[in-house]
């Protein structure tokens, strides 16, 4: 789905900035995550972070975890790899705040 959304985005004129922030509502709207983040790794280090949201740690410290955190504040992070084929790219993750029992119907 990034490729495509990414694709269509730069297709359109857009510039990567403007690309990335469409991927990130979009992603954010179909996964319901309240923050997130894409940070693009060059050879020294990273070269573009894009940020949604209000994540609460360090994007650039987190672009370097993988799989999911329980963070202290009760939120939830989902960080992966963002690859093209075996070129790694860099790193996306989301965040969530799991619900409450009351708000679930428990």
Known sequence: MADVILEDCLERGLDLNSGLDVFL???????????????????????????LGEPGVDVLEAAHWQGVRKLDDGRTLFCTRLALGSLELGAWGWWWRAPSTAAAGW
């Open 25 to 51: 509502t979009q992603c954010a709207r179909l996964v319901h995550a309240r923050a997130g983040f894409v940070s693009l790794r060059g050879t020294r280090g990273p070269v573009l972070t894009r940020v």
